[in-house]
């Protein structure tokens, strides 16, 4: 299983890669979509090979190239798993994405650490526990430089504990929740 992981993550990385060198996000949305299917319902590493993802067609008016405002007071999240056990993270800025609201910027704060921005919306058709629009850890990263980064909803995806109980996932806590419908991305498994 462990080796298995490590191929699910390489494939993950690579995907990404080949998103951040696409010639335009659309086009890297289209690749990311059958990529992801692809992994899903075929790698052994898959939360659940028998699901078929619903993807929301690209809609450009979700994509952000947004600066992290870093002078946020810390603050310190410890994610209890069934898994993994505690989970650390600690608050490291905030992204204001015009039209959706002010979203938490979280790094992992155990080995390789990582950037996690989860985001839980107000639609019913994603996930109830939220999504994973960033997780630098596993590969999901769209890019910036310095302190700006890229954040494309159309690019949110269910966590695996969306797919399978047996999963443990780090859900969105209260400062990634918004009340705007999210209605792009990765929507709800069959």
């Known amino acids: 299983m462990s080796l298995d992981v490590l ?11 080949a998103v951040r060198a696409a010639p335009d996000p659309a086009s890297g949305h289209a690749l990311w979509c059958e990529r992801r299917q692809r992994l899903v319902s075929t790698h052994p590493a898959s939360p659940n090979r028998a699901s078929r993802l619903h993807h929301a067609p690209y ?4 994509r952000f190239e947004v600066e992290v405002e870093v002078d946020v007071e810390p603050q310190r ?22 039209g959706i609201g002010s979203l938490d910027l979280w790094w992992l704060e155990s080995y390789g650490g990582g950037i996690w921005l989860p985001i839980r919306d107000g639609s019913t058709s994603t996930y ?16 910036g430089g310095g ?14 504990c969306a797919y399978a109980e047996e999963w443990a996932c780090p859900l969105a ?13 990765e929507l709800l498994p069959d």
């Open 77 to 98: 999240l410890e994610i209890a798993t069934g898994t993994d056990g505690v989970v650390p993270f600690e608050r490291i800025g905030r992204v204001d994405l015009s």
């Open 128 to 143: 109830g526990g939220g999504r994973y629009v960033l997780d630098t850890v596993k590969g999901a990263d769209l890019g």
């Open 147 to 160: 302190r700006r980064l890229t954040i494309d909803l159309n690019f949110a995806y269910n966590p695996s």
């Open 7 to 17: 191929d699910w993550r390489r494939e993950t990385f690579a995907l990404y890669r």
């Open 59 to 62: 809609d450009a008016a979700f």
């Open 173 to 185: 806590p209260p400062g990634n929740v918004v009340e705007a419908d999210i209605p792009v991305g």
